[in-house]
C-alpha cells in the first residue's frame, strides 16, 4: 500500500485528526473525484471533516468515524491503483464495508480481499468485484458449489451477479450455454389478458434478466447468443421434464415457485452444470398463502454441504442508500405486524 498515514493531534476530548498521504499524484483527481465529490460524500457518510491539500489528505472527527474514513479512503486508493473505477457506488460500497465491524484491521483486509483478482467476474463489458460482505460470500459460493441459494433483500445484487458469474463462465468455455428463468407469477394480471404471443406475454416477466445480460455483453453477442441458443431465457413452466447439462442454470425471484415447482427445476441439474437461486421471501406473491418452494428449499436442503447458502443482510443492499431504509421500515412494519397479532391472539385465546 502506497498511502502512508500520520497522526495528527488529538484535540477537543474524542476529536482526532489525522493526515492521510498518497504517492502516485495522478490518481489523486479520481479518488477525492470532480469538484472533491467522493470527499463530500465521504463527510456525509461518516460525519468527518476532509481537507485535500497536494497528495494529502487532513481527516478531522471522532476516533471512530476518523478510523473508517482512514480505511475508506486507503482501500478506494487501491482500487485505483488496480485501475479499477472510483464512482459513487463504490464509494458507498467501500463506507458500507468499513462500518459493519469496529475491527478496523479486519475492515482493511475484508475490504482490499473484494479488489483482488480472485473474487472479480470478469466479461466483455466490464469487471465486478463484490461490493459487499455479502456479495464477497455469493461469489465465494459460486466458485466452490455447483448449486448455491442466493437469499435476501432487494437491492444485494443477487440474481445481477448470478448473470454476470454466468456470462463469465460461458466466455471462458467452462459451461456450453446458460439457463434464466423466473416464475411467471401474476400480480393482479392474467397473462391471457395482456396482448400478444407468448413470448409477448411473459417476456415483462424476464426483462430484470435481459437488462443484466445486456450490462455484461455488446447487443449484438446478446442477440446472436439468444439466437445460436447459448443464451435461453424462458418461465419457469418451459423447464419441466428437460435435463440441463454443460450449463449455468438461474432460477430467479424462486421466492415465488411452489415446493412442487422449486423439487422440479432442483432435478433439473445436469452432468457439468451449476445452478444459484434467488429470491426474497418478504416478497412472495403466490395467491392463497400457498407456500413459498424457497422457504420450503432452504429447510429442506440446509444440511447438505454440497449446497452453498448465503443470506444478504440490509447491509448488502448496493441501490440507493435510500432503498436500504425503505426496505428497513418495511421489515419492521412486519415485525411490528406480527408482534401486534400474537399479543391479540394471546388475550383472545
Do not use: W
Not at 409477448?200 to 449484438?220: G, T, W
Not at 413452466?237 to 423439487?263: C, H, W, Y
Not at 392463497?288 to 444478504?312: H, I, M, Y
Amino acid at each position: 500500500m502506497t498511502a502512508r498515514a500520520r497522526n495528527g493531534q488529538t484535540t477537543g476530548g474524542a476529536r482526532q485528526n489525522k493526515l492521510l498521504e498518497f504517492d502516485n499524484n495522478s490518481l489523486l483527481p479520481m479518488l477525492y473525484g470532480e469538484h472533491n465529490q467522493n470527499l463530500v460524500r465521504l463527510e456525509q457518510h461518516l460525519g468527518v471533516d476532509l481537507a485535500s491539500r497536494g497528495n494529502q489528505v487532513s481527516i478531522s472527527g471522532n476516533k471512530d468515524s476518523v478510523a473508517t474514513a482512514k480505511v475508506v479512503l486507503k482501500a478506494l486508493y487501491e482500487r485505483l491503483e488496480k485501475g479499477l473505477e472510483v464512482g459513487n457506488g463504490d464509494v458507498d460500497a467501500v463506507v458500507r464495508m468499513a462500518q459493519i465491524t469496529p475491527d478496523f484491521e479486519e475492515v482493511e483486509k475484508a475490504v482490499e480481499s473484494t479488489h483482488g483478482d480472485e473474487l472479480a467476474i470478469v466479461t466483455r463489458k466490464r469487471r465486478l468485484n463484490p461490493r459487499s460482505p455479502g456479495q464477497a460470500d455469493y461469489i465465494k459460493a459460486m466458485q466452490q458449489h455447483e448449486l448455491v441459494f442466493g437469499v435476501g433483500p432487494a437491492g444485494t445484487g443477487k440474481t445481477y451477479m448470478a448473470v454476470a458469474y454466468g456470462v463469465s463462465l460461458l466466455l471462458n468455455g467452462e459451461v456450453e450455454r446458460i439457463i434464466l428463468s423466473r416464475p411467471a407469477v401474476e400480480a393482479g394480471e392474467r397473462l391471457g389478458f395482456l396482448p400478444g404471443d407468448m413470448k409477448d406475454k411473459v417476456d415483462p416477466y424476464l426483462r430484470p434478466l435481459y437488462d443484466a445480460l445486456h450490462d455484461m455483453l455488446p447487443s449484438d453477442q446478446v442477440l446472436s447468443r439468444l439466437e445460436n441458443g447459448e443464451i435461453e431465457i424462458a418461465p419457469l413452466a418451459f423447464m419441466r421434464g428437460r435435463t440441463l447439462s454443460n450449463a449455468f442454470v438461474i432460477l430467479d425471484e424462486a421466492q415465488n415457485t411452489t415446493p412442487v415447482q422449486m423439487k422440479m427445476f432442483l432435478t433439473r441439474l445436469g452432468e457439468r452444470s451449476r445452478m444459484v437461486v434467488t429470491g426474497d421471501l418478504s416478497q412472495v406473491d403466490l395467491p392463497n398463502g400457498q407456500p413459498s418452494g424457497l422457504r420450503d428449499a432452504s429447510d429442506t436442503l440446509a444440511k447438505l454441504e454440497e449446497v452453498g447458502f448465503v443470506q444478504f443482510a440490509h447491509a448488502d443492499i448496493v441501490r440507493h442508500e435510500l432503498v436500504t431504509k425503505i426496505v428497513r421500515a418495511y421489515d419492521n412494519r412486519s415485525k411490528s405486524n406480527r408482534g401486534a397479532a400474537k399479543e391479540r391472539d394471546f388475550f383472545d385465546g
